[in-house]
């Protein structure tokens, strides 16, 4: 084999290994992307050349003692939509279709769904659409591990592999499930106490003056805000903001002057 057909085959070589031809992990062992790696060549398709990597601060943030609490409940927005050829028959579809997403993707206490919002009929060329929302609700309260609430909400989520062809017709758009809370505001107090306690703390400490209560002001309008939520829990805070006094309060007052004989 000459020089001239040895360099053309090397490179196509090359190619292949680039491909993943070339690859020699074992088969059985899943492809890795490490924090700063590049994914895969040949698992591209998957996870993307741009996948971001996990981030592992939620992770500190609860160990550090964040308020976290268990979800009560997972939502589901499913947005339906209907076409016909005539207004009156794309408004019969839609309303027809969404009694039968709701007996389909129901589960009697697992799945329970309704419909929150019927739209208004539009038209695109010569076809009428119409799109209903529904609600897929999944209680989670009393079920304390995270594989318990999964198989909950994968119970209901597995319906739509389940449904007949008398809904074939129509155009389905399903969110995540999103985990909440029934009332976040029940968790106020305890906010506000776990965010005052470092305050307390620091006042209290023995040696130099490090706080002064007199000389902050801490204010809330008590709004608590779901900071961020997953099936392992769903983490709270209140807005409470401290900041220094201004005027006579915060100002050291004046030592007694010396009487004079």
Known sequence: ??????????????????CGFGDDRDPGT??????????????????????AAPD????????????TVP???????????????????VTRRIRRASQELV???????????SVVDLGAPRRAGDRWYDTAT?????????FGEVEERFVRVERCMERFGAM????????????????????????????????MRPLQEVATTDGPAAFDADGMR??????????????????LAVDLACTPRTGPLAQAPAAPELATL
């Open 30 to 51: 899943p492809d890795v992307a490490f924090a700063g790696e590049p994914a895969p060549s040949d698992s591209v398709w998957s996870r993307g050349y741009s996948a």
């Open 218 to 235: 801490c204010v809330s309008r008590g709004e608590v805000t779901i900071t961020e939520r997953s099936l392992h829990g769903i983490a």
């Open 103 to 113: 007996t389909a993707l129901s589960v009697e206490g697992v799945c329970e769904v």
């Open 164 to 195: 007949g062809a008398s809904v074939a017709d129509l155009e389905l758009a399903v969110s995540h499930p999103l985990p909440t809370l029934d009332r976040p505001d029940a968790h106020r107090a305890a906010l506000l106490e776990r965010a």
């Open 71 to 89: 979800p009560d409940r997972a939502l589901v927005r499913v947005d339906a939509t209907a076409q016909s050829a005539t207004r009156d028959g």
């Open 134 to 142: 529904l609600r897929i609700d999944v209680p989670l309260a009393g």
């Open 56 to 67: 592992a601060s939620g992770l500190e943030q609860d160990l550090h003692g964040r308020y």
């Open 1 to 18: 084999m000459t020089r001239r057909h040895v360099l053309p085959l090397l490179l196509a070589l090359h190619a292949l290994t680039g």
